[in-house]
């Protein structure tokens, strides 16, 4: 019996990705003209290809944040505040967020590799 639990316990640690936490992305947009995509509160500007969970804060009835990349076209609503969590799989590319009525002024973009 300790025999089976020292390889199970062994077996764990051998893998760390079945038990690591999926990365998060912190999306914010307003109330004012700011737009912003953060990871563990560092601005994002390069990440590594795989499945994250993008928590997305609207707060502004005047914005949207819009997440699109290779196979991927996300956004929240112009009209409407609140936050809403997505579950995206990045690939390898470039990436851009913008406020869709302000995309001049609003945007951000990132690489994945």
Same mark, same amino acid.
């Given at each position: 019996?300790?025999?089976?639990a020292l390889a199970a316990i062994v077996a764990?640690?051998?893998?760390?990705?079945?038990?690591?936490?999926?990365?998060?992305?912190?999306?914010?947009?307003?109330?004012?003209?700011? $737009? !912003?995509? *953060?990871?563990?509160?560092?601005?994002?500007?390069? @990440?590594? =290809? /795989?499945? #994250?969970?993008?928590?997305?804060?609207?707060?502004?009835?005047?914005?949207?944040?819009?997440?699109?990349?290779?196979?991927?076209?996300?956004?929240?609503? $112009? !009209?409407? *505040?609140?936050?809403?969590?997505?579950?995206?799989? @990045?690939? =390898? /590319?470039? #990436?851009?967020?913008?406020?869709?009525?302000?995309?001049?002024?609003?945007t951000g973009t990132f690489t994945v590799s």
């Amino acid at each position: 019996m300790r025999l089976v639990a020292l390889a199970a316990i062994v077996a764990a640690l051998l893998v760390p990705s079945a038990v690591a936490a999926t990365p998060t992305l912190n999306a914010t947009v307003g109330p004012g003209f700011t $737009i !912003t995509l *953060t990871k563990d509160g560092a601005k994002v500007t390069k @990440l590594n =290809a /795989g499945t #994250y969970v993008v928590k997305v804060a609207d707060k502004s009835n005047l914005h949207n944040f819009r997440l699109k990349g290779p196979g991927l076209n996300k956004t929240s609503s $112009i !009209t409407g *505040t609140g936050s809403s969590t997505w579950n995206v799989t @990045l690939k =390898a /590319g470039k #990436y851009t967020y913008v406020c869709d009525p302000h995309a001049t002024i609003m945007t951000g973009t990132f690489t994945v590799s």
